[in-house]
């Protein structure tokens, strides 16, 4: 039996999952079991094709991928390339249960970005699980922002078989990037900052004890509460608030990085705090998050590390 290591969602948050195979004496078959979603049992054919696009033939075996623990439902096409490599190794005695793989294989055995991938890793990352990841090679440029972690990057199928086949002399293809902000250093950490303001208190005519209030607010990161006729400046100071909180830590950037990421919006690493505006007609649902299939992140974490 041959284990690679993948992930998937519980909650907001990254699950370890073992990618098992077993290839065994019977008829010829091609199952994934395991709590798969329908994205993961579609892998087969993409797999497949994959697979036969590169030359690869299919052994008359049964063909058992098992996703580990079995009791945990997952999703997310990040899955076929380790898969499609359990498959395609299975005659090496190598070990590879140190490795992660992510990645989405087209037909033609091509790796492609899957659109969580990065606040999955940063998510096993946080958890001090992940060391050693293969990763599509489009995704390298955001997930260099990652520490710790050493990412090698494949355009295709047969370049991630090469690399297991080689893990003894391989080298990560891409050396950890820092943030290309100014930044204050204190006790060994640093705190990034930007001088670009899309919106300034300058702006705001007189209302000095709110904009005291909001001050004191954002140095000490303290709820404020905002009471006023309509017109006299209240959504203007608040909006203005997010550009005097205190300068970012880099585990901060990358927590906002993978808000936006969930959020469907993608990434800028700037040390700017996330700011959130839910109208007043609003459900609890789009406020505190939920959902019947997957629990889907609300405003209120949205706002995590920012205001709202």
């Not at 036969?52 to 033939?57: A, G, M, P, Q, R």
């Not at 606040?119 to 995704?139: G, W």
């Not at 203005?240 to 808000?259: F, G, Q, S, T």
């Amino acid at each position: 039996m041959k284990v690679v290591f993948c992930a998937t969602y519980e909650g907001i948050d990254a699950k370890v999952v073992q990618v098992e195979s077993t290839l065994t004496k019977g008829l010829p078959s091609f199952s994934i079991v395991g709590m798969a979603s329908a994205s993961i049992t579609e892998a087969k054919e993409r797999v497949k094709s994959a697979l036969l696009s590169n030359d690869f033939s299919f052994p008359p075996k049964r063909i058992t991928i098992n996703l580990s623990p079995s009791d945990v439902k997952k999703e997310g096409s990040q899955f076929d390339l380790s898969i499609a490599l359990m498959i395609a190794l299975d005659y090496l005695n190598s070990d590879f249960s140190e490795w992660f793989v992510f990645g989405e294989l087209g037909l033609d055995g091509n790796v492609k970005e899957n659109l969580h991938l990065y606040p999955l890793i940063l998510s096993l990352t946080n958890q001090k699980i992940i060391k050693k990841a293969i990763v599509p090679n489009a995704a390298l440029t955001k997930l260099s922002k990652i520490p710790n972690v050493e990412f090698y990057g494949v355009d295709n199928l047969n370049e991630a078989i090469e690399l297991l086949k080689n893990q003894e002399t391989v080298i990560p293809s891409i050396q950890h990037s820092d943030i290309a902000y100014p930044f204050y250093e204190i006790d060994g950490k640093k705190y990034y900052y930007t001088k670009e303001y899309d919106e300034d208190f300058i702006d705001v005519k007189g209302q000095e004890v709110a904009k005291r209030a909001a001050l004191i607010s954002a140095a000490g990161f303290h709820n404020i509460l905002f009471e006023g006729s309509p017109g006299c400046g209240k959504s203007m100071i608040a909006k203005r608030v997010r550009y005097i909180l205190p300068p970012m830590h880099i585990d901060e950037i990358l927590d906002v990085a993978k808000l936006d990421v969930l959020d469907a919006k993608e990434p800028l690493f700037t040390p700017h705090r996330n700011i959130r505006s839910p109208h007043h007609t609003s459900t609890l649902a789009s406020v505190f998050g939920g959902g019947s299939h997957r629990a889907m992140i609300g405003e209120v974490g949205l706002a995590h590390r920012g205001i709202s």
